[in-house]
């Protein structure tokens, strides 16, 4: 039996990176490690092109900003390290806390699990665009009013989904509040008085 059985060939490292998606794959690592400063790389015939970095128009608490970012990197990269907007917090960073909610295109996202790209030609705002110069946003001013913190670690991110959440609902009910931030994270374990707060939130900015 043993003379029937064929001998598998070694694999080569070429070939093994060809099946795991074509040149195009190892031609893009490559080209990072070595710091090709190229947009993309572009394989042989009938092979994708991989990019590995683009300039991302877009407007970040009302600017219009350029910025270079990697195919692979996230929105919250970019806010924290590229534009040193750091209210937005790394906890987690795989999209199960919230600490690094923002709004993108008036909607709640977690910019750690948003790729930059995704965001070019949209609008983000963070936290630090909510104030009017000296004036604090009504959610900010609500959770200071409540108590709606204790170390204050998630409590940019919770303010974020309690702007966006308010944007979609004006008037939600307590279960509606609970329901809406679901997706945020407080280890303190102060949620009575965030919902409290969200709900003076509502009520101010019903009267504005």
Same mark, same amino acid.
């Given at each position: 039996?043993?003379?029937?059985?064929?001998?598998?060939?070694?694999?080569?490292?070429?070939?093994?990176?060809?099946?795991?998606?074509?040149?195009? #794959?190892?031609? /893009?690592?490559? !080209?990072?490690?070595?710091?090709?400063?190229? $947009?993309? %790389?572009? *394989?042989?015939? &009938?092979?994708?092109?991989? #990019?590995?970095? /683009?300039?991302? !128009?877009?407007?970040?608490?009302?600017?219009? $900003?350029? %910025?270079? *970012?990697?195919? &692979?990197?996230?929105?919250?990269?970019?806010?924290?390290?590229?534009?040193?907007?750091?209210?937005?917090?790394?906890?987690?960073?795989?999209?199960?806390? &919230?600490?690094?909610?923002?709004?993108?295109?008036?909607?709640?996202?977690?910019?750690?699990?948003?790729?930059?790209?995704?965001?070019?030609?949209?609008?983000?705002?963070?936290?630090?665009?909510?104030?009017?110069?000296?004036?604090?946003?009504?959610?900010?001013?609500?959770?200071?009013?409540?108590?709606?913190?204790?170390?204050?670690?998630?409590?940019?991110?919770?303010?974020?989904?309690?702007?966006?959440?308010?944007?979609?609902?004006?008037?939600?009910?307590?279960?509606?509040?609970?329901?809406?931030?679901?997706?945020?994270?407080?280890?303190?374990?102060?949620?009575?008085?965030?919902?409290?707060?969200?709900?003076?939130?509502?009520?101010?900015?019903?009267?504005?």
């Amino acid at each position: 039996m043993e003379n029937l059985r064929k001998k598998k060939k070694p694999v080569s490292r070429r070939a093994f990176l060809q099946s795991m998606g074509g040149g195009a #794959v190892g031609a /893009g690592v490559v !080209s990072r490690v070595l710091g090709k400063e190229s $947009l993309s %790389v572009q *394989a042989g015939p &009938g092979d994708m092109e991989i #990019v590995s970095s /683009g300039t991302l !128009s877009l407007s970040v608490n009302g600017k219009k $900003l350029k %910025v270079t *970012a990697e195919a &692979g990197e996230t929105l919250l990269e970019v806010l924290r390290e590229k534009l040193r907007l750091t209210g937005a917090k790394r906890v987690c960073n795989r999209g199960e806390c &919230g600490g690094c909610t923002v709004l993108l295109n008036g909607k709640p996202v977690y910019a750690c699990h948003t790729l930059a790209l995704q965001a070019d030609g949209a609008e983000v705002l963070t936290v630090e665009g909510l104030a009017d110069g000296d004036k604090l946003h009504p959610v900010q001013q609500a959770f200071i009013d409540k108590d709606g913190y204790q170390c204050g670690f998630c409590t940019p991110g919770f303010i974020m989904a309690s702007v966006g959440l308010l944007k979609k609902n004006a008037k939600p009910t307590f279960d509606e509040i609970r329901a809406g931030l679901a997706g945020n994270l407080c280890r303190c374990g102060n949620y009575q008085k965030i919902y409290a707060a969200v709900g003076a939130a509502a009520d101010v900015l019903g009267r504005t």
